[in-house]
């Protein structure tokens, strides 16, 4: 199946600065990546989808300007947690539609972002 | 607004069975559905995509069914192994290609030796 990677995997943070998550699908150019934030023990949030080449279409009460997402490429989309929080501790992970087969979805292997 | 439902929420079964786990939505207006597992830590294996066109789908020992007028979607598993242990979460898209997936608590399986 097709590849999507996450980089990093993991990363830990101090509190107010800024991180950024890196989403590529490898081996099919993806108009339309989606980003999700999963909580222990509960399923996956959508938390934006991220166009190429236009802004990012936010969910309901998910804060833009902390979240700022930029698809500047058919592989690539980022994810930058702006000033972070505790709170923002969580697994996020990213997933790219394939429009050659049925606009499937397939999913990056997840990062684990910890705030202190 | 679409919800998606799975039960049962964790399933233990012996090595070798049969199982089946059950995946219902509310808006029968969906593009597609997927079955995807997941690993702790991990992110998600897409196990089968199910166009709402189709009643089913195989792949080696998984075959999912869709009756898309009822919203109900099931995952069946034959001859389960401990390496099948895993959540598995149902997920639809919605009426559109461009449609968001929405997705189900999933069911936690633990397989037994």
């Known amino acids: 199946g097709a590849v999507v990677s996450q980089h990093p995997s993991w990363v830990i943070c101090k509190s107010g600065t800024s991180v950024k998550i890196e989403c590529r699908s490898l081996d099919f150019q993806a108009t339309t990546m989606f980003w999700y934030r999963q909580f222990p023990k509960q399923s996956l949030m959508l938390m934006a989808t991220s166009n190429e080449g236009s802004k990012a279409t936010y969910e309901q009460g998910v804060e833009k300007d902390k979240f700022l997402i930029n698809h500047a490429s058919l592989t690539l989309s980022t994810l930058t947690v702006t000033s972070a929080h505790p709170e923002d501790s969580s697994f996020y992970i990213c997933s790219a539609r394939n429009p050659r087969y049925f606009y499937e979805q397939y999913f990056g292997p997840g990062t684990r972002l910890t705030v202190t | 607004k679409q919800e998606v439902t799975q039960i049962p929420a964790a399933l233990s079964v012996p090595e070798g069975e049969n199982l089946v786990l059950n995946c219902s939505f509310t808006d029968s207006a969906i593009y597609n559905l997927q079955w995807f597992r997941q690993d702790p830590g991990k992110g998600l294996t897409s196990l089968l995509l199910?166009?709402?066109?189709?009643r089913e789908q195989t792949s080696g020992r998984l075959n999912a069914s869709l009756d898309k007028s009822s919203g109900r979607s099931t995952l069946y598993i034959a001859a389960s192994q401990p390496g099948d242990s895993a959540t598995y979460l149902c997920?639809?898209?919605?009426?559109?290609?461009?449609?968001?997936?929405?997705f189900g608590q999933g069911t936690i399986l633990t397989v037994h030796p």
């Open positions: 997920a639809v898209a919605g009426g559109t290609s461009y449609g968001k997936l929405t």
């Open positions: 199910i166009q709402s066109s189709q």
